[in-house]
């Protein structure tokens, strides 16, 4: 079975900093990955999917995540951190034999971004 | 285009009673999925359609249901609700069958039993 591990469910950081959101998963076959962010009161929006092509994914307000498969890792960076990136951040990972698209979530995280 | 949308947006029931909460997909997409979210259990999946068919279930009790048009529009009924049915309910629609494709989410109808 497929499984996500998120950590930190909250995270704070000076806005112009680093974010790292963290996230791990297990799966018995390497799986397609996925970021989404939530903000408050709103569905989900993808930030980027990994889907076995380049390991390093580029997504959309300069958020990016590498998959690291010897520490089946999928960590989520965004080089400095802007007022409006505060919202929640789910990773997610689905299997790639399936035709379902079915994903399962981590627990989310929290980013807090202060003045 | 008109993202995911779901009707209606915010409700409130009574235990026993029974809810329809209703996703118009993107156009042209024809799977639409449902996830419930709770600040317990987190976003857990709930069932998946492509072309009127249910490819999929997660591990919800039998009063949760669901079913997809001609016209790829789906709805979920709860049937007897419980207090712990409070959540809010995802629907999300992608092109294709397949899970590479693209999945987006719409903006969820929030459900409060009391």
């Known amino acids: 079975a497929q499984s996500v591990t998120q950590l930190g469910s909250h995270v704070s950081v000076s806005e112009g900093a680093l974010v790292l959101l963290r996230c791990n998963y297990s799966s018995s076959v390497p799986p397609y990955l996925f970021w989404y962010v939530q903000y408050p009161n709103q569905g989900l929006q993808l930030l980027l999917k990994y889907t076995s092509a380049a390991t390093l994914v580029k997504g959309i307000n300069g958020f990016e995540a590498e998959f690291k498969k010897s520490e089946t890792s999928f960590h989520l960076t965004k080089p400095s951190a802007h007022m409006s990136d505060a919202a929640e951040y789910f990773c997610?990972?689905?299997?790639?034999?399936?035709?379902?698209?079915?994903?399962?979530f981590g627990s989310g995280t929290r980013l807090l971004v202060r003045p | 285009k008109a993202g995911v949308t779901q009707t209606p947006r915010y409700l409130i029931k009574t235990r026993g009673q029974q809810v329809t909460l209703s996703c118009s997909p993107i156009?042209?997409?024809?799977?639409v999925s449902w996830y419930q979210q709770t600040p317990g259990q987190g976003l857990q999946f709930l069932f998946e359609?492509?072309?009127?068919?249910?490819?999929n279930k997660g591990n919800f009790p039998g009063r949760f249901s669901g079913r997809q048009f001609s016209n790829s529009r789906s709805e979920m009924n709860v049937s007897t609700l419980e207090l712990g049915d409070s959540a809010l309910y995802l629907c999300?629609?992608?092109?294709?069958?397949?899970?590479?494709?693209?999945?987006?989410f719409g903006e969820g109808s929030w459900l409060t039993v009391v």
């Open positions: 999300a629609s992608s092109l294709a069958e397949g899970s590479g494709n693209t999945i987006y």
């Open positions: 156009s042209g997409h024809r799977s």
């Open positions: 359609y492509f072309s009127e068919t249910q490819r």
């Open positions: 997610a990972v689905s299997d790639p034999r399936a035709s379902s698209y079915k994903l399962i």
